[in-house]
């Protein structure tokens, strides 16, 4: 006995599949960090240049795929000879190793986990992230924004270099937070 089994769509279900891309809006973002220099004070910096895209089957974007591209050679911490000093061996390695790369393994609205690569180190990383809405600018774009946030040991990718000081403190703490302000526009 055979049977025929007919299955239905509706036009909501195939709506929920379809993927809607997002990229970055670089002009209202950062992607920036905070460590600790000397135990005794905050040096704060950012990436001047960067890309990232999202793609969500949802609204509230859970589940959402991301994928950021960092410039290396683009980090900012107001001081020429510490930019220099960060894009050396010593810690990015930026001629050698010019991208840090972030790639999602899941997001649940609330906690973004994924791959970070920074030089030829790969380690999983959590970020907490909120998300604070979606809204259509004066032009007519749809845009979403996010606050994301963390912590990571710098060693474990291979930052290693520090000094210390006559008093016996280090110069650059292991621990770096970062702090991330991510605007995405709806690619139509």
Do not use: C
């Amino acid at each position: 006995m055979y049977y025929l089994i007919l299955i239905t769509t509706t036009e909501y279900d195939m709506e929920s599949l379809v993927k809607t891309k997002w990229a970055i809006d670089p002009t209202h973002s950062e992607i920036g960090f905070k460590v600790k220099h000397m135990m005794i004070s905050t040096v704060k910096g950012h990436f001047d240049n960067f890309e990232a895209t999202l793609e969500s089957e949802s609204e509230d974007f859970e589940g959402a795929d991301i994928q950021v591209s960092i410039d290396a050679n683009s980090v900012n911490t107001k001081n020429t000879d510490r930019d220099g000093h960060l894009k050396s061996e010593d810690f990015f390695n930026a001629e050698e190793f010019p991208k840090i790369t972030f790639r999602s393994t899941s997001f649940d609205g609330e906690t973004l986990k994924g791959e970070l690569s920074i030089r030829d180190i790969t380690k999983a990383v959590e970020l907490d992230v909120d998300y604070n809405g979606t809204a259509v600018d004066p032009y007519g774009n749809t845009k979403a924004g996010f606050e994301i946030s963390g912590e990571i040991n710098r060693k474990d990718f291979g930052l290693s270099w520090n000094a210390v000081t006559e008093a016996g403190n280090i110069v650059v703490s292991d621990k770096v937070k970062l702090i991330i302000d991510a605007q995405f526009v709806r690619e139509e």
